[in-house]
């Protein structure tokens, strides 16, 4: 496994995601069921690393996504607009009915000893329409992208969303870009598409065309198909049974040059113990274990990705590009909502160290 090979040329965009946008209902520590408000979160794992990149990192991102015309469509556009993300959109017009939709996703965030409950409504989502053919990659490549990234949660949305991925992921080779994935298998999804053997041969095609992987230990068993013992056995902070499964990683996919991911402990929804790993060219790494007061555990790992790939682009050791990841995934539990609000001075002080001591 080689190093990663960032260019250091101008581009026009540092980093291009691509996958599906969504809103995320949440009514807080409130149920469902109880709830008579709620907040409305932009979100989407992809995009997430891009928004995050952006208003945090500084970096100059986009995402490749589709859009609805209508105004679900105009909320997403404006929190996209407000992050600092270059969109390209392909477009889809609302029967007024049915859709196409932005899909909804349903999330509380539990308190204490209960748990944050998840769920959705994905039904006729516009993403799921996304095909071949659908942007102009050559266009979108020619102007420079340092890096390009996409995740299994949009594989798995539909028979044509892994071919679009592809085609991006070639794009991107050929343009000189890094490319990256989040495995983030979820099983329900590809039960809808075809099952798990279906998720797993669609996910080794993609990762044939991949520089960097991003998944913790269940999610390269159940989305490479790897051997590996029972994730739920022994420590979640343990990172040796994760660089165990390397080998195999490196054996099967010779292309992938980092694999990395973050571990967590859960004591309670509002406790945790937070630490991160990297496998960079032959090397492992292990970040400092952080005890975390979470206030919104979704989109750590997004937070995560985008401090470490911040790193990267930057040309930081590979030590130092993993403890941003490890800072800025941290600091993003603190904040309600999917995407960052951290400041980059924030998340530098707490990678080096820093306290939560009042800031005069």
Known sequence: MSALNVSTKPAELDFLALGALVNRLDPGVIPFRKARSLEIHVSGGEYNVAANLADCFGLKTGIATAMVNYGIGELVQARVREMGVTPFYKWFEHDGVRGPNIATVYSDRGQGVRPPVVFYNRSNEAGALLKPGDFDWAAIFAKGVKWFHSGGIFAALSETTSDVIIEGMKAAKAAGAVTSFDLNYRAKLWASVGGPEKGVATIRK??????????????????????????????????????????????????????????????????HDWAAVLHLDGQN???????????????????FAAGLIHGLLAGKPPEEALKLGWAHGALLTTFPGDTTMARLPEVEAFAKGGSARVQR
């Open 206 to 271: 993609i990762v044939e065309h991949v520089d960097a992987l991003i998944g913790n230990e269940e999610d390269l068993q159940k989305g490479l198909g790897l051997e590996g013992q029972d994730v739920h056995s022994q420590s979640k902070l343990d990172p040796h049974s994760f660089f165990a499964m390397i080998d195999q990683v490196r054996k099967n996919h010779p292309n992938v040059k980092l694999v990395a991911t973050t571990l967590r402990e859960v004591h309670s929804t509002n406790r």
């Open 285 to 303: 790494y292990v970040s400092p274990t952080a005890q975390l007061d979470v206030i919104d555990r979704i989109g750590g790992g997004d937070g």
